[in-house]
């Protein structure tokens, strides 16, 4: 079935350790978003690639950064991690044209710093 | 910028009725949609329905109605003959088409009671 797939679903980090999160879709959506939502919160968008157009949003904090180096896989890297940090980190993908601009979530990496 | 509110953190109804959740939103454009997502807990999160602003009808998928009305920026979602398996977290979503990114309300906790 097509999908989106983050790994790992869990991740433990250290206090100032980068961690890297990963998304993958089978789905040949043009956007692929990441957001982070925190306890029982709204979704909060970090940024979103349409294709190879990154759009950053202008409060995401300069330790987060993203990849994404062909259509089906995008990155979050969190480059020092601090406690302000855990939270559930959730990949989403969308057609993004007329036709369907819904979005498709995976399962979420939950994010724990020590 | 798009503001989504969700006016009832949390509700609850009983096995068989029928309830009914409430989202308004603040914007300037003329052209977007409207999403409700449902995050069961600890599984991912996935569309109810969508309503496309050019719309009247109001958009229906089996037991899942929208009530939208443009005029008032308002866009509830009906839940008829609940189940047990409804209950979840459930956020209403604006879509900005120009800027391809969704603004998300904070949620309306819904359990289902036998």
């Known amino acids: 079935d097509a999908m989106v797939i983050q790994n790992p679903r869990y991740q433990v980090t250290q206090f100032g350790k980068p961690v890297t999160l990963s998304c993958s879709q089978t789905?040949?959506?043009?956007?692929m978003y990441w957001y982070q939502q925190k306890s029982s919160q709204a979704p909060k968008l970090l940024f979103h690639?349409?294709?190879?157009?990154?759009?950053n949003e202008a409060d995401t904090p300069d330790n987060f950064q993203s990849r994404r180096p062909n259509t089906s896989f995008c990155f979050l890297d969190i480059r020092s991690p601090g406690l302000g940090d855990a939270a559930m980190y959730l990949c989403a993908t969308s057609r993004g044209d007329r036709s369907s601009y819904e979005q498709y979530f995976g399962p979420g990496t939950r994010l724990t710093v020590t | 910028a798009q503001t989504v509110t969700q006016s009832q953190p949390e509700m609850s109804v009983q096995e068989a009725e029928t309830v009914t959740l409430s989202c308004t939103y603040d914007?300037?454009?003329?052209?977007?949609?409207l999403f409700w997502y449902k995050q069961p807990p600890s599984r991912q999160m996935i569309l109810v329905i969508r309503?496309?602003?050019?719309?009247?009808q109001n958009a229906t998928e089996n037991r899942f109605s929208v009530n939208f009305q443009k005029a008032a920026k308002s866009f509830s979602l009906k839940i008829s003959d609940s189940q047990l398996g409804d209950t979840a977290m459930y956020f209403c979503a604006f879509y900005n088409t120009n800027a391809g990114k969704s603004t998300f309300g904070d949620g309306t906790t819904l359990t289902v009671k036998p």
């Open positions: 309503q496309e602003a050019y719309k009247q």
């Open positions: 789905l040949n959506h043009n956007v």
């Open positions: 690639y349409y294709d190879k157009d990154f759009n």
């Open positions: 914007t300037s454009e003329n052209n977007y949609y």
